[in-house]
C-alpha cells in the first residue's frame, strides 16, 4: 500500500493541505470500497463519502492520530463493516449465517479452479451480507483468520465457520447457476 | 505463490470513480472542515448539491456575446498592476458590525483587510505570489461610462473611495493564476447592498463585461459554481478570446461587512478550463475562514 503524505497532526489544518491528502488518497479509498462492494457503484459512493466525512471529523477535532492511507483505508473498512452488519440484520439473515456448525478455513483453491473471475463477483454479489463481509476481509484486505474475526468481533472459531459457511455458499451458487 | 481465485475476482472489479463525484465531495469536504464547530452537518450522498444555490445560481442562459473591457483584464491581473493603497489605508474606518464581533475594533479596516490576505501556505506548493493586484476603486472609474453599470455604480456610492480594498495574485508554472479581492465597507448594510447590485447584474459590471467602447469581444459560459461561502455568494465565468484564450471563473462572497472576490484564471496555451486544478474551492475556504477570522479579533 502507497503510503499517502500525512496531514499536519494539527486541529485544523489548511483546506490546501486537505485538498492534497484528499487528491493523494481518493483514488485508493474508493477503489477498495468498490471491490469490496462488488462493484456498486452508488454505495461505494456512499461509503467513500461517509469515510471521509469521519476523516474530516477526525481533523477538526484535532485528532493526533496518523492520517494516511492506511489510516484512511482504516475507517472505510469500518463503514463497510458497519454497512454488512446493517444489511444483514435488514435481512434477517444473521443469526442463521452465524448459528451453524464449525468449520475450517482451508486453503484450498480448487473449489474456485476454473470458475471465471467476472462470474465469481456476480457470484458473491448474491451472497448473505455477512458472508460477503468476511470474503471481503479475508480475500480483497488479506487478513489472516484471526485478524477478520478481531475485526467483526467474533472469536477465531465461530469466524472459521463464517469463513467455510461462505465459500460453500459460493459454490452452492456456482453449481446451482450452472446446471 | 499462487492467488486465491476469490482475491482474483476481487481484483476484477474496475470501477473508476466519476469526476463529478470526486469533485463535488471534495468541495463539500472542504466547506465542512471550515464550517462553525457548532453547526455540523452530517451528509449523505444525497445531500450534496450538486450544482445550484438561491444565492449560487448556476448560469443557464446560452452562450451570450459580450463586450469586454481592458478593465477585466486589469481585473484577472493580466498586467499584474501593483496598486498602492496609501490613501485607502489613511481613512482607518472603524469595524462597526456587530455581527461579526462584540469587542471593540482594535485594528484599522486596512490592516484587516490585509491579514485576511492569501498567503501561499493556504495554496499549496504549486502557487507563488506574484503580485498585488489592483483595487476595487479602480474597476469603478473603468465603469463610469458603461450605461449598464449605472445601478451598480449607484449601489457603490462613494463606498469604493472610502472602504480599504486589496488583493493578491498568485501563479504558478502551467499559465494558471487565482486573484484575490477584500474589500471591507462601513457597515453590514452597505456590505449588503453592494454585493447585491453585483449580483442582481450576474457580475458583469463588475468584469467590465459590457460592448460599450470595448474592443475585445468575450464570451460568457456556464460553470458548475463552487460550493457555498460565505453569507451570500455569486459567480460568473467568462472566456476572453486573446492569444492565447483567456479562461476566468469569478466568485464573489460576503462576509459579514466584507466582500471578497477569487478569480481563477487560465491563460496557458490550449486551455479548455479555467480552474484545472479545483483551486477555486480550496482559495475560497481558505479565503473566507481568515476573513471572518480578522473581522471578528477586530
Known sequence: ?179 | MKQHPVRAAFEQVQDAPSREFRDTLRAQLLADLVAPIATPTPQTAQEIPLTDTPNNPKLTRGRTLLGIAAAVIVAVGVTAVVVSQDDNKNESVPATDPTTTDAAPTRSDSLIADAALLTEDDLGSSFRLVATSADLAGEKNLQADVPECAEVLAAHGDLLDIAPSTGRRFANDQGQALVQTVVIFPTLEDATRVFEAYAADDGKCAVGAYSTGFDVTAVAVDFAPPMQYGDQQTSFGVNTPLDPPQLSHFVWVQVGRAMVRIIAHNEAEGATEADPLGMLDIALAAAVESLAAELAAG
Do not use: C
Not at chain 1, 468498490?34 to 485528532?63: H, I, K, M, P
Not at chain 1, 465461530?158 to 459460493?170: D, G, I, K, M
Not at chain 1, 459454490?171 to 446451482?176: A, G, I, L, Q, V
Open chain 1, 1 to 179: 500500500m502507497q503510503a499517502a503524505a500525512p496531514l499536519d497532526g494539527t486541529p485544523s489544518p489548511s483546506p490546501a493541505t486537505f485538498a492534497a491528502f484528499y487528491d493523494e488518497t481518493f483514488d485508493a479509498v474508493y477503489r477498495y470500497l468498490s471491490r469490496a462492494v462488488f462493484g456498486n457503484r452508488a454505495l461505494a459512493e456512499d461509503l467513500t463519502q461517509e469515510t471521509y466525512a469521519s476523516v474530516v471529523n477526525a481533523v477538526r477535532a484535532g485528532s493526533a492520530g496518523a492520517q494516511t492511507l492506511a489510516w484512511v483505508i482504516g475507517v472505510a473498512r469500518h463503514k463497510l463493516i458497519d454497512h454488512y452488519r446493517t444489511t444483514a440484520r435488514e435481512q434477517r439473515r444473521l443469526s442463521l449465517a452465524w448459528s451453524s456448525g464449525i468449520g475450517r478455513d482451508d486453503e484450498q483453491l480448487d473449489e474456485f479452479a476454473g470458475i471465471d473471475a467476472a462470474d465469481l463477483v456476480e457470484l458473491m454479489r448474491e451472497l448473505a451480507p455477512d458472508h460477503r463481509l468476511v470474503l471481503v476481509l479475508r480475500y480483497l484486505d488479506e487478513f489472516s483468520v484471526e485478524e477478520v474475526a478481531s475485526e467483526i468481533g467474533r472469536s477465531v472459531h465461530a469466524t472459521e465457520s463464517l469463513l467455510a459457511r461462505a465459500r460453500q455458499a459460493l459454490t452452492r451458487s456456482y453449481r446451482e447457476t450452472n446446471q
